[in-house]
C-alpha cells in the first residue's frame, strides 16, 4: 500500500512566522503535490513537482514555496504566514494516476 | 475559475436511497475523471474513475455516468448505506504525465439509518 505522511496532524502558529509542512511518500514516486481544502471550494493546487529540486506553480501558489531536496521528501513553507492561510493542507503523490494522498495537516494561523 | 462545477453542496439520504452527484467541466482536453471519497480526519481516497471513451463504469453499488456531449458526468450510489456518509469530489485531468487533477467543490453526503 502507498504511505503518504504528513508530519504533523495539527498546528498553530503566529502571524508573521515562517511554516514549514512536511510529507513523505514510500512508493518512490516522481509526482508530488499540496493541496489546500477550504469548504464550499474543494481541493486547489498550490504547487507540485514532477522530479527532485523540480517545481510548478498550481492555481494559488501566492503566499507559499516549496523545496524537494529528496525524491520522497516535498516540503510547503509559508514565507510568512498571514490568517488567511489558516486551513487544512493535503499532500499527494502519484507514478502517473491515480494520486494517493496524506491524512492531512490543519494549520490554524492566529 | 471553477473549471469543474459540483453540485449539490449537500445531500441527506435515506438508507437504501440512491445518492446522485453531479458534476460539469469546461476543458475538452480533460481526459480522466476519478471521484474521491474522504471520510473526517482522512484525505481523500480514490472511489472510482472514468476516461471518456466510455458513457458508463459501475464497480460494485458505485456507477459513474458520462456525457461528453454536455461535458457532465455523475456518480450514482446505490443501496446507500450510513457507512457511506463522507463527502466526495469528482475531479478531472489531462494525459497521464504528472496528472495534476482539478477537483469540484464537494459534496457532504449523509446517509440516515
Redesign the interface.
Known amino acids: 500500500d502507498v504511505k503518504?505522511t504528513q508530519s504533523s496532524r495539527y498546528l498553530v502558529k503566529r502571524t508573521g512566522e515562517k511554516v514549514f509542512l512536511e510529507c513523505v511518500q514510500d512508493m518512490d514516486h516522481e509526482?508530488m503535490?499540496w493541496?489546500r481544502q477550504d469548504?464550499?471550494?474543494?481541493?486547489?493546487?498550490i504547487y507540485?513537482s514532477?522530479d527532485v529540486k523540480m517545481k510548478e506553480k498550481?492555481d494559488i501558489p501566492e503566499g507559499y514555496s516549496v523545496s524537494r531536496e529528496k525524491k520522497e521528501r516535498f516540503s510547503l513553507i509559508l514565507e510568512s504566514a498571514s490568517t488567511n492561510q489558516t486551513s487544512m493542507y493535503?499532500c499527494?503523490s502519484?507514478p502517473?494516476?491515480?494520486?494517493?494522498?496524506?491524512?492531512?495537516t490543519r494549520l490554524s494561523i492566529l | 475559475q471553477?473549471q469543474v462545477k459540483?453540485s449539490p453542496?449537500s445531500l441527506i439520504v435515506q438508507k437504501g436511497g440512491i445518492s446522485i452527484i453531479n458534476c460539469a467541466y469546461e476543458n475538452t482536453a480533460f481526459d480522466?475523471f476519478?471521484w474521491?471519497q474522504q471520510f473526517p480526519?482522512?484525505?481523500?481516497?480514490?472511489l472510482i474513475?472514468i476516461r471518456p471513451d466510455v458513457s458508463e463504469k459501475k464497480e460494485g453499488r458505485f456507477t459513474i455516468s458520462f456525457n461528453k456531449s454536455a461535458k457532465q458526468f455523475s456518480l450514482h450510489i446505490m443501496d446507500s448505506q450510513p457507512g457511506d456518509s463522507a463527502t466526495y469530489?469528482c475531479?478531472a485531468?489531462i494525459g497521464?504525465?504528472?496528472?495534476?487533477?482539478?477537483?469540484?467543490?464537494?459534496t457532504q453526503l449523509t446517509v440516515n439509518p
Do not use: C, M
Request: no cysteine.
Open positions: 503518504v509526482n503535490f493541496y469548504p464550499g471550494l474543494g481541493l486547489r493546487l507540485f514532477y498550481g493535503l499527494a502519484n502517473g494516476r491515480p494520486q494517493h494522498f496524506g491524512d492531512g | 471553477q459540483q453542496q480522466y476519478p474521491y480526519g482522512k484525505g481523500p481516497a480514490l474513475a469530489f475531479a485531468s497521464t504525465s504528472g496528472s495534476r487533477l482539478t477537483f469540484g467543490e464537494g
